[in-house]
T-cell receptor
Framework: QKEVEQDPGPLSVPEGAIVSLNCTYS??????FMWYRQYSRKGPELLMYTYSSGNKEDGRFTAQVDKSSKYISLFIRDSQPSDSATYLCAMTKNTDKLIFGTGTRLQVFP | KAGVTQTPRYLIKTRGQQVTLSCSPISGHRSVSWYQQTPGQGLQFLFEYFSETQRNKGNFPGRFSGRQFSNSRSEMNVSTLELGDSALYLC???????????FGPGTRLLVL
């Protein structure tokens, strides 16, 4: 079993939809949780960063962490075609290496 | 601040050759991590360097090696290339005391 599981998709939604992306993990020591967005042929770009449990909002993006369930989510409101990309969750205990999910490919069509 | 830069961006090699990839971190960042990204395995951690010392290492064979210079620039080397080494190699830098990693655009390596 992988430490971090993420549905690879692809996920296809119409413009304006609310998108929910999720990851589950097995290591309860993880404390820092991140979401990266990766466009085709580019490096991952940090979107959201959360420490421990709770919610964090940034514009149309909301990250949620539920440590009791070992489950993290990224919500995208009013999705746009420019949001079409692969979304990677990542987590770490402290300054240890980041463990990534395999990524979910999102396609937002006009 | 300038972001993480990687050179070259694209590379084609043949089996058995060796390759060296370069990464310049964000100014002031002393930690540099390397990852291999493939469609089947996703992002896999290779190693991390901090102040010229390897601090963490992933589960890759000894053909994969790296180093870091006093200016925090880092290089990774892959010797005796295999077809399966074809991948996007990403480097990321982290500031002191930080947990978030900032990625470069990657070097796409194709082994024929």
């Amino acid at each position: 079993q992988k430490e971090v599981e993420q549905d690879p998709g692809p996920l296809s939604v119409p413009e304006g939809a609310i998108v929910s992306l999720n990851c589950t993990y097995s290591n309860s020591a993880f404390q820092y949780f991140m979401w990266y967005r990766q466009y085709s042929r580019k490096g991952p770009e940090l979107l959201m960063y959360t420490y421990s449990s709770g919610n964090k909002e940034d514009g149309r993006f909301t990250a949620q962490v539920d440590k009791s369930s070992k489950y993290i989510s990224l919500f995208i409101r009013d999705s746009q075609p420019s949001d079409s990309a692969t979304y990677l969750c990542a987590m770490t205990k402290n300054t240890d290496k980041l463990i990534f999910g395999t990524g979910t490919r999102l396609q937002v069509f006009p | 601040k300038a972001g993480v830069t990687q050179t070259p961006r694209y590379l084609i090699k043949t089996r058995g050759q060796q390759v060296t990839l370069s990464c310049s971190p964000i100014s002031g960042h002393r930690s540099v991590s390397w990852y291999q990204q493939t469609p089947g395995q996703g992002l896999q951690f290779l190693f991390e360097y901090f102040s010229e010392t390897q601090r963490n290492k992933g589960n890759f064979p000894g053909r994969f090696s790296g180093r870091q210079f006093s200016n925090s620039r880092s290089e990774m080397n892959v010797s005796t290339l295999e077809l399966g080494d074809s991948a996007l190699y990403l480097c990321a830098s982290t500031g002191d005391g930080g947990e978030t990693q900032y990625f470069g655009p990657g070097t796409r390596l194709l082994v024929l």
